[in-house]
């Protein structure tokens, strides 16, 4: 299994430009999330998937769109790259889809991404 | 609502010595927490997990973490660090708000960068 996987590593954008990060994942998991990571803060929540054609906000979803078409891949939109967007993003996923608490999420190696 | 506190930004220790990193969580259910570690550059690695079995919890590498409820905390702590320890470690509370299907979503505290010298 690869896991799950990110594409592209590294991103410049311009400020205005549009893109979508990609995320997949080979383990049949339900649930799917992104996350982005700013120093000092941690990581926070982006959007998230119980499973294929269910997504919802997670704590800082302005800027972002996702969607779930199938249960392997969640691409992160950016509609309008914002400097505030630079930051690191990864993309994680874990069995189940609700009352699943308890299962272990496994993160991919993550998008560095720079909006000038 | 669940929130997680790192009360340690940066911990440095000397190789050998133990480690420990604090954690505290506010949670109005029975959480299941978890630490990760982050090596530089890298993404994020499951070191072990809590779910209300055994309140003491061992994991990877030799960490081990225990829960106690009546501190409200989740320290994670090792014996004797090695080099390799050395990375951000990431408290973490499992979102358990009574709405569908946000049980799965991961609360994380901001992290405590750990140092080992040699």
Known sequence: ?116 | AQSVTQLDSHVSVSEGTPVLLRCNYSSSYSPSLFWYVQHPNKGLQLLLKYTSAATLVKGINGFEAEFKKSETSFHLTKPSAHMSDAAEYFCVVSDEANYGGSQGNLIFGKGTKLSVKP
């Open chain 1, 1 to 116: 299994n690869a896991g799950v996987t990110q594409t592209p590593k590294f991103q410049v954008l311009k400020t205005g430009q549009s893109m979508t990060l990609q995320c997949a994942q080979d383990m049949n998991h339900e649930y799917m999330s992104w996350y982005r990571q700013d120093p000092g803060m941690g990581l926070r929540l982006i959007h998230y998937s119980v499973g294929a054609g269910i997504t919802d906000q997670g704590e800082v979803p302005n800027g972002y769109n996702v969607s779930r078409s199938t249960t392997e891949d969640f691409p992160l939109r950016l509609l309008s790259a914002a400097p505030s967007q630079t930051s690191v993003y990864f993309c994680a996923s874990s069995y189940s889809g609700q009352g699943s608490g308890t299962d272990t999420q496994y993160f991919g190696p993550g998008t560095r991404l720079t909006v000038l």
